[in-house]
C-alpha cells in the first residue's frame, strides 16, 4: 500500500512548499489540513501512516495533533516542524510520542531522511501488528471458535478495537464468553507481552477489593505483616479486566473512578502515589447506561468505561457455530490419550434447536455431560436424551405465548443445576464456572434461599 502522509500547517506556503517536495516522490499519497482543528477531523476519520504538523497554530497546535493522532492510531508516526524550536518543547513532543522534531527552516534534505525513517518504522509495526495477529489464529492461544456472520463481526470488532489503547466495555448475557473476548482483545494489542490481569468485582466485599487492587503496607491493618503490592501495579504495562463491574459498590465505583482519572492511587495505609500504566476492559451482563440513569451506577464512571463497546451475542444468535464450538468443547475434555468421539447428526440437529438460556457456557456444559455417556467413539440419541436440559425451544413461552426475561432464563438455569447437585453450591458453582460468593448472591437475588 501507498504511504498516506498528511501535512499540517495554518502558514499556506509552508504547508504548499513541503506538499509539493513530497508530491515530486509518487511513492506517497498526500494530504493536508490548513490548522490544527482540520487536521484533527481528518485523523478522525482516517488513518495516516505519517503526520507532519506545525507547532504554533491557532486554535489546535502541534501537540493537540499529536495527541490526536495517537489516541485514535497509536501506529502512525508524528514529525513537529516548527520555527520555536525550543528544549521542553522538544522534550514534551517526544514524551507523547512524536518520531523527531525538525526547526524551521526546513532542510528538505533532512525532511525526506526522517521521512523515510518514520515510515520504515510504521511498515514494521505494522509487520509486527500482523505477526502477532497470525501468532494469535494458532494454537496455544486463546481464540473465538466459529465462523457464523455474527462471530465475523465479532472477531473484526476485536482486531479493530485491539488496536486503540482505549478503555472498553463488554456487554453481553451471562455465559456468552466475555472474559475470553477481553483475553483476546490483549493478545491482540500492543500489550500482549504484558500481563493480563482478571478480577471478578462481584466476587469480594469492599475492604477486600480495595486491598486486592491497590495492595496495603505493612502495619495497615491487623495481619497485615508485610507489604503487598496490588493487581494495578502488578499488571503495570498490561491489561486489567474488571469481570461483573456492575456489582461494584457505589463507594468503590468512586474509588475506580479516581483511578482512571487519575491513573494512581495509594495502597491502603499508605502516604505515596503510586502511577500506573494499564489498560482497562470491564464486563456486565447488566445495562450500565439505564442503571445509570437510575443512579444505582455512576454516571462518570460509565463514561469512563464506556469508550468503546463491544457487544457479545448470545448463542441463539449464532447457532451456526454450534457444531464447532461442541466438537472444541470435546476435546478440551477428552483425556489425552482418548479418541474425540464424534457427535452424530441427530444430536446436532436437537442442540441447534436448543434455545440456551445459559450461553455458551450452558453448551460446554451439556458436552461434558455427552462425553460422560458417550458409546464409544460415538455420542448418538441415546446418551443425548439423558443429557440434554428439558427445557427445549418450544418451551421457553409461558402460556401467555410471551418470552420470559433473561433473569427468569438465569433463575431457572440455577434452579435446575442446584436441582442436578441436591443443593451443593460449591458443586453448583463448579458446573456454572462462576465463583461461591457469586452464586450466593444470585440465589439471594432470585430468593432461592427458600427450602421451596
Excluded at 121 to 136: D, G, H
Aim: with cysteine.
Amino acid at each position: 500500500m501507498i504511504p498516506r502522509i498528511l501535512v499540517v500547517d495554518d502558514e499556506e506556503i509552508a504547508r504548499e512548499n513541503v506538499v509539493y517536495m513530497l508530491e515530486k516522490d509518487s511513492k506517497y499519497e498526500i494530504f493536508s489540513a490548513a490548522d490544527g482543528g482540520e487536521a484533527i477531523k481528518l485523523v478522525q476519520s482516517q488513518e495516516f501512516d505519517l503526520v507532519l504538523t506545525d507547532l504554533r497554530m491557532k486554535g489546535h497546535d502541534g501537540i493537540a495533533v499529536l495527541s490526536a493522532v495517537k489516541k485514535c492510531w497509536p501506529d502512525c508516526e508524528v514529525i513537529i516542524i516548527t520555527g520555536y524550536a525550543t528544549i521542553s518543547t522538544a522534550v514534551e513532543a517526544m514524551q507523547k510520542g512524536a518520531y523527531h522534531y525538525l526547526a524551521k527552516p526546513v532542510n528538505m534534505d533532512e525532511l525526506f531522511a526522517l521521512v523515510q525513517k518514520a515510515l520504515e518504522k510504521r511498515a514494521l509495526k505494522a509487520e509486527i501488528s500482523k505477526l502477532r495477529k497470525q501468532v494469535a489464529s494458532h494454537a496455544g492461544t486463546v481464540k473465538i471458535i466459529g465462523h457464523s456472520p455474527t462471530t465475523q463481526l465479532l472477531k473484526e470488532s476485536i482486531e479493530q478495537v485491539a488496536q486503540l489503547d482505549c478503555n472498553v466495555l463488554i456487554q453481553g448475557e451471562t455465559g456468552t464468553g466475555k472474559e475470553l473476548v477481553a483475553r483476546v482483545i490483549h493478545e491482540l494489542s500492543a500489550r500482549a507481552d504484558k500481563k493480563f490481569v482478571a478480577f471478578n468485582c462481584g466476587a469480594f466485599t469492599e475492604e477486600l477489593i480495595t486491598s486486592e487492587l491497590f495492595g496495603y503496607e505493612k502495619g495497615a491493618f491487623t495481619g497485615a505483616g508485610q507489604v503487598k503490592r496490588g493487581l494495578l501495579e502488578m499488571a503495570d504495562g498490561g491489561t486489567v479486566f474488571f469481570d461483573e463491574v456492575g456489582e461494584l459498590s457505589l463507594a468503590m465505583q468512586v474509588k475506580l473512578l479516581r483511578f482512571l482519572q487519575e491513573r494512581t492511587f495509594m495502597r491502603v495505609g499508605g502516604t505515596k502515589e503510586i502511577s500506573v500504566d494499564v489498560r482497562i476492559l470491564a464486563a456486565t451482563n447488566k445495562d450500565l447506561k439505564k442503571e445509570s440513569e437510575e443512579g444505582t451506577f455512576r454516571v462518570d464512571l460509565f463514561y469512563r468505561l464506556d469508550v468503546l463497546t463491544i457487544q457479545v451475542p448470545p448463542l441463539a444468535k449464532r447457532k451456526e457455530d454450534i457444531p464447532l464450538l461442541v466438537n472444541h468443547f470435546l476435546a478440551k475434555h477428552s483425556p489425552n490419550s482418548a479418541e474425540i468421539p464424534k457427535v452424530s447428526s441427530r444430536v446436532i440437529e436437537t442442540l441447534l434447536a436448543y434455545e440456551y438460556p445459559g450461553n455458551i457456557r450452558e453448551l460446554e456444559n451439556i458436552s461434558q455431560r455427552l462425553l460422560l455417556h458417550s458409546d464409544g467413539d460415538l455420542i448418538n440419541g441415546s446418551a443425548f436424551d439423558r443429557d440434554l436440559p428439558t427445557t427445549g425451544s418450544s418451551q421457553l413461552r409461558d402460556s401467555g405465548n410471551s418470552w420470559p426475561s433473561l433473569e427468569e432464563h438465569e433463575k431457572n438455569y440455577i434452579l435446575e443445576v442446584l436441582d442436578e447437585v441436591e443443593g451443593n453450591k460449591s458443586k453448583a458453582a463448579k458446573i456454572l464456572k462462576i465463583d461461591r460468593v457469586s452464586l450466593w448472591r444470585k440465589i439471594k437475588r432470585y430468593g432461592l434461599d427458600n427450602p421451596d
